[in-house]
């Protein structure tokens, strides 16, 4: 539920929008089912109307682009689970898997409602990911290990660590 708010509440265009989600391989599976159900579930549309959960980006520009970006990873493998089609300047709310790391998408500030997913098996590998992108406001991590949230303090290159939450 977490992360559904935290990518696409106000349509994704806040900078401390969640945009790329690491799962570790073991849940990966069932926490994909969860944000494809609950993602596709999301009411878009009007803002004024107490169920609109996606409500338009700013401008109908902003929502061609968040488009393009989303086709532009679909033409290099990227799969689309679910979202990103277009109604003027409302965007449904995507989640992508297999993004090649050199897509906007997945390497720039979106700034609209889509989310990227990849699972990964080594902490240390998750964290080095997350280090490689060029912004850096901060991370959330779900996690209960104690050792494992001391490390990413220690080794994250972000503003702010966030532990069970976004």
């Given amino acids: ?18 945009q790329r989600v690491q799962i570790h391989r073991d849940v990966y599976d069932e926490v ?9 579930a ?6 004024r109307d107490p169920d609109t959960f996606i409500g338009p980006l700013i401008s109908e520009d902003d929502a061609k682009r968040v488009v393009d970006w989303i086709e532009e990873a679909e033409q290099k493998g990227a799969t689309r689970l679910v979202g990103g089609e277009r109604d003027g300047a409302v965007v449904r709310p995507a989640v992508l898997e297999n993004v090649p790391r ?28 997350i280090n490689r992108s060029r912004y850096g406001l901060q991370a959330g991590l779900f996690i209960r290990d104690i050792g494992k949230i001391r490390k990413a303090w220690d080794l994250l290159e972000v503003g702010g660590v966030i532990i069970n939450d976004v």
Wanted: a negative charge; proline letters at 5%.
């Fill in 1 to 18: 539920d977490r992360l559904v708010f935290g990518g696409f509440h106000q349509s994704g265009q806040s900078c401390i929008s969640v």
């Fill in 32 to 40: 994909k089912r969860k944000l494809v159900e609950k993602v596709g």
């Fill in 42 to 47: 999301l009411k878009g549309g009007d803002p």
């Fill in 102 to 129: 050199d897509c906007r998408i997945y390497d720039h500030e979106l700034f609209g409602p889509a989310m990227v997913i990849e699972p990964f098996e080594d902490f240390d590998d998750a964290l080095r990911v």
